[in-house]
């Protein structure tokens, strides 16, 4: 069972995009566009007020009628955050993303925040353990070392 401090050691790119609440969306969906993300935590200072994603600003801005320009990110984001601590497992994470309807989750250590999980990186953690396990099984079957 893998832990999130795993998951986040084997990404390739730590960096945690974040936008303060006063930020337009135009800047920020502007932002996850530049680094093909989808979500950025709404930082004021160290502390987390919210997050904002691209589902943020298809349903709160656009369907809406608002202007992306004029609208200020602490008015659509998402709060309060749900967030796990490294040690939280992959199976934790998925049970909370899935209840909650979530794609991202911001790790925190000792309230300080070390790294962003989405989905994917979830999936494809569950991905490779399984591959692992299977072939692992293979080699056990067919009486081959490992």
Not at 73 to 102: F, H
Not at 111 to 126: A, C, Q, T
């Amino acid at each position: 069972m893998t832990n999130v401090a795993h998951i986040l050691q084997s990404k390739s790119d730590m960096t945690v995009y974040n936008v303060s609440p006063s930020t337009s969306m135009f800047d920020a969906i502007s932002l996850m566009a530049e680094k093909n993300i989808g979500a950025l935590l709404v930082m004021d200072g160290d502390t987390i007020s919210g997050i904002v994603s691209e589902r943020d600003y298809a349903r709160k801005i656009i369907l809406a009628g608002r202007s992306s320009r004029e609208t200020p990110v602490g008015d659509v984001m998402s709060s309060p955050v749900m967030y796990v601590a490294p040690s939280a497992s992959t199976e934790e994470c998925m049970a909370l993303m899935t209840k909650n309807r979530l794609r991202h989750l911001p790790v925190l250590d000792n309230g300080k925040l070390v790294g962003l999980i989405s989905i994917g990186d979830l999936v494809k953690d569950i991905i490779s353990e399984q591959s692992f396990m299977i072939e692992q099984l293979q080699h056990y079957i067919s009486g081959t070392p490992a």
